[in-house]
């Protein structure tokens, strides 16, 4: 793979736009055209990164996006939002809710980027379990997968005729996937609501496409957090004590494997029945990052 971000074209009219090196707010993009227009599904975290989306459309495809599909409301996914200002923008519902009140990361957590001008936009249409763009022979589906997995209002792009999956953040490719905002067990469920889709294509939220291969790694990593949890559970060891004492084994080759202390958190308040603070869990990533900001390439 080139190591600069890139259209792929995966079928005639089809493309992912993939970011190495796919770490820390450096996602992938889906660009589906059809005869209405252009589809894209999600933008990027920064000004610099979308104009470069922009321009790789405006190079290789031609034409105008009519409309953005967010995969769930994470800002990687979501800021580039503002520089579409005519696009319809599609979401599940709670996609909204999440923009309208986004939980704030202190900035010290991360090596600090330039957002530039680059903003989230409120959805234009939103949805609580599926909807059809572009009905006919080659739709474009966007549904919900039934539960919170990693987030409570993630959505997933099917193209059922080039059996062509955008998975948004269900699915991370060579980096640690991020449970913080969701459901361990919920997003186990949507994985089987992915694979049962039987995709040729899956174009991950972070990392290089492939296949229905991808899915399995993200099934083997949750439940090892979740066979974690139960142990630091009976242990009655907290998120942070017990990612330090925890080998990660083959995970801890896994870039961003600090996510290791966010998903503990997430997966003990299940077990617990409790809520998480948000600005502990980045706080306790921070600490077991060597009390280092988290390293972002945005
Ligand atoms: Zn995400």
Not at 63 to 86: F, I, K, M, W, Y
Not at 148 to 167: C, K, M, N, Q
Not at 274 to 290: C, L, R, S
């Amino acid at each position: 793979m080139n190591d600069r971000p890139a259209l792929q074209q995966l079928t005639e009219d089809v493309w992912a736009y993939v970011q190495p090196d796919g770490g820390w707010m450096i996602n992938n993009m889906g660009l589906i055209a059809r005869p209405d227009g252009l589809t894209s599904v999600d933008v990027t975290s920064t000004e610099r990164r979308t104009r470069d989306y922009l321009d790789a459309i405006e190079a290789t495809v031609g034409g105008r996006v009519q409309r953005l599909v967010l995969t769930h409301a994470h800002p990687d996914h979501c800021n580039g939002a503002s520089l579409l200002p005519e696009a319809e923008i599609i979401a599940h519902r709670s996609v909204a809710e999440e923009l309208r009140a986004p939980h704030a990361v202190a900035p010290q957590i991360f090596t600090p980027f330039d957002q530039g001008s680059a903003e989230h936009r409120l959805p234009t249409i939103v949805f609580d379990e599926s909807v059809t763009i572009a009905p006919g022979d080659r739709p474009i589906e966007v549904q919900h997968p039934g539960t919170i997995a990693h987030t409570s209002g993630d959505a997933y792009v099917w193209l059922p005729a080039e059996r062509v999956l955008f998975t948004g953040d269900l699915v991370f490719n060579g980096g640690t996937p991020f449970a913080l905002s969701g459901s361990l067990r919920g997003w186990l469920r949507a994985l089987d609501r992915l694979a049962a889709l039987d995709p040729v294509t899956v174009v991950p939220g972070h990392g290089p496409v492939g296949g229905p291969e991808l899915l399995e790694p993200v099934r083997v990593y949750l439940s090892f957090v979740l066979e974690a949890a139960a142990d630091a559970d009976t242990r009655g060891l907290g998120p942070l004590e017990a990612a330090r004492g925890l080998d990660l084994g083959p995970f801890a080759e896994w870039p961003e494997r600090e996510r290791i202390v966010g998903n503990l958190h997430r997966a003990l308040a299940e077990l617990r029945g409790t809520t998480v603070d948000m600005p502990t869990a980045w706080q306790d990533m921070y600490e077991y990052n060597g009390r280092a900001p988290l390293d972002c390439h945005a």
